[in-house]
């Protein structure tokens, strides 16, 4: 295909012209033509397209396999979908120690759903011991980025003192965000609240 020629990136962007035309196939002739030279996006590419079976049919095995490749080589939204792959048994066998490693990964470049994986796994003991102290502040963090589902596990441990103190008040603006970035269970919460149907106080006592 004259191929030996081009770099990784030429190749690349060439796949992504190919995109742009709607030439499934060729587009991933040329990921994979670039992922042969090493192209971290080329293989964040194909990882997406096998996950998602876009022009070829599903095959998550094959996809985790290129999303792990981008992943080691430092692109962080690959870091983050290896870390579910693994968490989620979905193209590799179920390992959340290997999860939470990678969703520190993607952590560190501010992919803000990261945090709101760590304060789950904290939460829920997985892969790490359960703690819900760091877990509300992986979620707070979460929230600070505006992930909705962060936003949420703040305002529902604030609401129950879980990992911090009882503090209706300051749960409140995190309900009021998640719901303004369209967490279904904050704008159902909201709908309710506003109707009269749930009194906060209440909601917010846990009893022994």
Request: one cysteine or more.
């Amino acid at each position: 295909m004259g191929y030996w020629s081009k770099s990784g990136d030429e190749l690349y962007d060439a796949a992504m012209q190919a995109v742009s035309k709607r030439d499934g196939a060729k587009a991933i002739e040329l990921f994979h033509a670039a992922a042969d030279r090493g192209h971290a996006d080329a293989h964040a590419c194909l990882g997406t397209i096998y996950m998602k079976g876009r022009s070829v049919p599903p095959d998550p095995r094959r996809g985790f396999q290129h999303l792990l490749k981008a992943a080691e080589k430092g692109v962080p939204e690959s870091q983050f979908n290896a870390a579910l792959c693994y968490r989620n048994g979905n193209g590799v066998p179920v390992d959340h120690h290997a999860a939470y490693r990678w969703f520190e990964k993607a952590s560190k470049a501010n992919i803000p759903p990261a945090f709101t994986c760590l304060g789950l796994a904290h939460y829920n003991g997985e892969g790490v011991p359960q703690d819900f102290t760091r877990a509300f502040q992986y979620f707070l963090r979460g929230a600070e980025l505006q992930d909705s589902d962060s936003e949420w596990n703040v305002f529902h441990m604030l609401m129950h003192g879980e990992g911090v103190a009882k503090d209706v008040h300051r749960a409140i603006p995190f309900l009021e965000r998640a719901a303004e970035h369209g967490h279904p269970d904050a704008v159902e919460f909201q709908r309710s609240r506003h109707t009269g149907m749930i009194d906060m106080n209440y909601w917010g006592r846990r009893d022994p």
